[in-house]
């Protein structure tokens, strides 16, 4: 693994400067705004985009929205009230307000609310639904993360942009039903290793049938790209510098064969795909709902079944996103450990229920060791909001005292309200790093992104450069008094 090295040279003024305004959140804003940081490796597509780029598409699109639901129509339902967006309705600006608070969590008021916060979150995805099938919306909210990117001197996008489509068969055909009953049996009898003697079987199948699926879903992520690299933007911003790679996913919320089917197209689709566009492969979704809980282990079978099949796609999975309380206090124990011994991922998304899994020690060990690292994606306003966890509750540190390596991230910055700059500045605010500590997190995010060699060497020295001019440029900004009396 090509790594970026810690730059022990920052300027001593620097150091000291960041020191003097840990504790103050506009300078730490100011600063964080105008370093460079790397990449964001820990971002869904349709939750990044702001809710006025959501509306804004809308009205364009001349679409229907129930106003007591927030959900979106492509064309106007019989059975919902409705009334058509256009940028020249009647109350734009209150209906334009009320449809951002709905779609993001802008004004959330819990006692409003019947089900808990992540309920909230989560279900905004299904509101946006009727916008975010269509290949073309998907690249106008490209065009916005490209943008803010570089606006926010990020020099790298890993993006869950897109899970790939199969047949409601899943390529099984007459055979679906009697491979779907088998693994859920196994599942029921806890008898995982004939469920993944079964899953190797289903791969032979899949690589018989599945051929056009994975050009189509290739064809896709490069069309994705294509257009939103083809779109203006009202703040003339040239994002041909940014360097954008895609992962794919699965939801865990669907029926498990339908799950492994959407991997194994992601894998083998990074595996063939020539022009290292699409990088990795990862599963989504809450983790505590009813079929993510049921079928977790199988999950974890299933990537252990495609990386013996794919050894060298790497995979970033949300694992442990739990924490007391979002279920059974039995089932924080295992969802990590699972994700790193069973499945072998390469980074793990959260890892919130750290302090709560029964093999903590061996999962420190195996994630900070020096031969293969696992990171950790680290999402500090994500696991406030959907898991009520900050501050001294979230295992941030626990992480870095291990050795771990972390990497900040945004997760849904659209939904959330946040950016990149707000995420280091929570992390220093929250937990005292120093600007070496931050610098490292900047560059464990290059170090550990999923890129070729080749691209991720370039880019090592690209994002060294830049932090060398910021580190100068705050260096001539802070320089220190000269106290010694000389007037040469």
């Known amino acids: 693994m090509t790594k970026i090295e810690n730059g022990s040279d920052t300027p001593t003024n620097v150091q000291k400067y960041f ?15 105008a370093m460079p940081k790397g990449g964001d490796v820990h971002n869904h597509l349709t939750g990044s985009a702001y809710a006025e780029t959501y509306f804004e598409l809308a009205a364009k699109k001349k679409m229907y929205v129930s106003l007591e639901t927030g959900k979106l129509y492509e064309k106007k339902p019989m059975e919902v009230e409705t009334i058509q967006l256009s940028k020249d309705m009647d109350d734009l600006h209150n209906h334009r307000m009320a449809l951002i608070d709905k779609w993001s969590i802008r004004n959330f008021q819990p006692y409003k609310y019947p089900l808990g916060p992540d309920e909230y ?19 106008y909210l490209m065009r916005e993360l490209k943008v803010r990117a570089v606006k926010e001197n990020v020099q790298y996008l890993e993006v869950m942009a897109t899970s790939p489509s199969v047949p409601t068969d899943c390529f099984l055909g007459g055979e679906y039903a009697t491979y779907d009953e088998q693994l859920k049996e196994y599942v029921k009898n806890g008898t995982y290793d004939d469920a993944r003697k079964l899953l190797e079987e289903i791969i032979g199948e899949f690589d018989a049938k599945a051929t056009k699926a994975v050009s189509d879903y290739v064809k896709f992520v490069h069309d994705l790209d294509e257009r939103s690299n083809t ?30 089917a959407q991997l194994y197209v992601v894998h083998k689709a990074c595996a063939e795909e020539s022009n290292n566009l699409l990088v990795g492969c990862n599963i989504v979704a809450a983790e505590n709902g009813e079929k993510s809980m049921l079928y977790y282990r199988l999950h974890m079978e299933m990537f252990a079944a495609l990386a013996t099949k794919f050894p060298k796609v790497p995979t970033s999975l949300h694992a442990g996103e739990l924490t007391l309380g979002l279920g059974r206090p039995e ?7 699972q994700a790193v011994n069973t499945a072998k991922a390469h980074r793990i998304g959260h890892g919130v229920d750290l ?31 959907i898991l009520g966890v900050k501050d001294s509750e979230h295992p941030i540190k626990l992480y870095h005292k291990a050795g771990v390596p972390i990497i900040i991230s945004t997760d849904d910055p659209g939904i959330l309200r946040t950016s990149l700059t707000e995420q280091y500045a929570l992390a220093t605010l929250r937990y005292g790093f120093s600007y070496e500590e931050i610098k490292l997190f900047v560059q464990n995010s290059i170090t550990y992104a999923f890129l070729a060699d080749a691209d991720k060497a370039e880019l090592i020295k690209q994002v060294n450069d830049l932090l060398a001019e910021f580190e100068r440029k705050i260096s001539i900004r802070h320089l220190e008094p000269d106290v010694s009396g000389s007037e040469n």
């Open 355 to 385: 302090p709560f899994e029964s093999d903590y020690n061996t999962i420190l060990g195996l994630m900070s060791s020096k031969k293969s690292p696992i990171p950790v994606e680290i999402n500090l306003t994500s696991n406030e909001f």
């Open 231 to 260: 779109l203006k933007n009202h703040l003339g911003v040239d994002t041909k510098n940014l360097v954008c790679r895609y992962q794919g996913y699965s939801s865990r919320g669907g029926e498990p064969l339908k799950v492994f």
């Open 19 to 33: 020191e003097s305004i840990k504790g103050n959140h506009a300078a730490l804003r100011q600063f964080f705004s």
């Open 331 to 337: 089932h924080l124990t295992y969802h990590i450990g």
């Open 121 to 139: 979150f989560f279900g905004t995805f299904g509101l946006l639904s009727a916008l975010t099938r269509d290949a073309e919306n998907l690249a």
